[in-house]
């Protein structure tokens, strides 16, 4: 039972274009949202995160979205950057637990 | 460094071996949280810990899998007579007060020959 689904398992955008990588969930308990960035053989990277009290956060060229009715949250990236090749993972938790249910990432190459 | 200290990076066990992980959170923080990776899979939840107490551990193998937190000292995950199938990424996560984002180490890669 995948409780969160990145459908795209990967995405390529030209450098300096907007990247946006999408997250569908299925649980309408989940109120906290996360989004990490993944290089090989490191661990995951906190991004950025959304509760479910609001509809976007914005920290530099980051953006999420959330979109409660339609269990769907996106991470926007603009100006996209070589250096932000990597897979990105989106996350989400409910109140009643502090575990994160990962969803199985996207890989995003950004090429000059 | 004051981010989240795995140790080992990498580690081969043969069948029926004891594996044993060791995460040292983050300066500050008392939240612990195992996740296990498997190839081209999202990450896992395994349990979750605090200080001497074990709060969530829905993740967790019924058998085998052990994870502690000791009052003083690392959190270790703790796999007895390995198997094949444990093979994969271990990856170690700590929180300040269990809200707010979790912060990953770089994690254990553990092997089964």
């Known amino acids: 039972d995948q409780q969160v689904k990145q459908n795209s398992p990967s995405l390529s955008v030209q450098e300096g274009r907007i990247s946006i990588l999408n997250c569908d969930y299925t649980?309408?308990?989940?109120?906290?949202f996360l989004w990490y960035k993944k290089y090989p053989a490191e661990g995951p990277t906190f991004l950025i995160s959304?509760?479910?009290?609001?509809d976007k956060n914005e920290d530099g060229r980051f953006t999420v979205f959330l979109n409660k009715s339609a269990k769907h949250l996106s991470l926007h990236i603009v100006p996209s950057q070589p250096g932000d090749s990597a897979v990105y993972f989106c996350?989400?938790?409910?109140?009643?637990?502090?575990?994160?249910?990962f969803g199985t990432g996207t890989r995003l190459q950004v090429f000059p | 460094n004051a981010g989240v200290m795995q140790n080992p990076r990498h580690l081969v066990r043969r069948r029926g071996q004891e594996a044993r992980l060791r995460c040292s959170p983050m300066?500050?923080?008392?939240?612990v949280y195992w996740y296990r990776q498997l190839p081209e899979e999202g990450l896992k939840f395994m349990v979750y810990?605090?200080?001497?107490?074990?709060?969530?551990e829905s993740g967790m193998p019924k058998e085998r899998f052990s994870a502690e937190f000791p009052k003083e000292g690392p959190s270790i995950l703790r796999i007895q007579q390995v198997v094949r199938g444990d093979s994969a990424a271990y990856f170690c996560?700590?929180?300040?007060?269990?809200?707010?984002?979790?912060?990953f180490g770089d994690g254990t890669r553990l092997s089964i020959l």
């Open positions: 996560a700590s929180s300040r007060d269990g809200e707010g984002p979790q912060h």
């Open positions: 649980n309408s308990m989940f109120d906290y």
């Open positions: 959304i509760s479910s009290i609001k």
């Open positions: 996350a989400a938790s409910d109140y009643n637990t502090d575990k994160l249910i």
């Open positions: 300066k500050g923080h008392s939240h």
């Open positions: 810990l605090q200080k001497e107490n074990i709060i969530d």
